[in-house]
């Protein structure tokens, strides 16, 4: 009933930019948080950044300089705009979405994932 489904990815040079979007469908109430994950081979999935209904946004150390998210909440869409990427940037992004499919009832959805490669 539910989808969240990120577009996006790809391979980029050191340097360049990436942007990635994250769409959520379905029997929707609210959206309630949206953010961005990230997991590379061997490592843990890591926080990126969120960003709540009200636009508060939060970012991870090692890109709060470089990445920025936003959202448009007519298109339940979440943007993660990356800039300056690096090669430790490398990994698999993944959206996730808590969503209120009533006035009384919030779940976590996660999306499929979309790769990120940066390299020269």
């Known amino acids: 009933q539910v989808q969240v489904v990120e577009s996006g990815g790809g391979l980029v040079q050191p340097g360049g930019s990436l942007r990635l979007s994250c769409a959520a469908s379905g029997s929707i109430f609210s959206i309630n948080v949206m953010g961005w994950y990230r997991q590379a081979p061997g490592k843990q999935r890591e926080l990126v950044a969120t960003i709540t209904s009200g636009g508060s946004t939060n970012y991870a150390d090692s890109v709060k300089d470089r990445f920025s998210i936003s959202r448009d909440n007519a298109k339940n869409t979440v943007y993660l705009q990356m800039n300056s990427l690096k090669p430790e940037d490398t990994a698999v992004y993944y959206c996730?979405?808590?969503?209120?499919?009533?006035?009384?009832?919030?779940?976590?959805?996660w999306g499929q994932g979309t790769q990120v490669t940066v390299s020269s």
């Open positions: 996730n979405v808590i969503l209120a499919l009533s006035r009384s009832s919030a779940n976590s959805y």
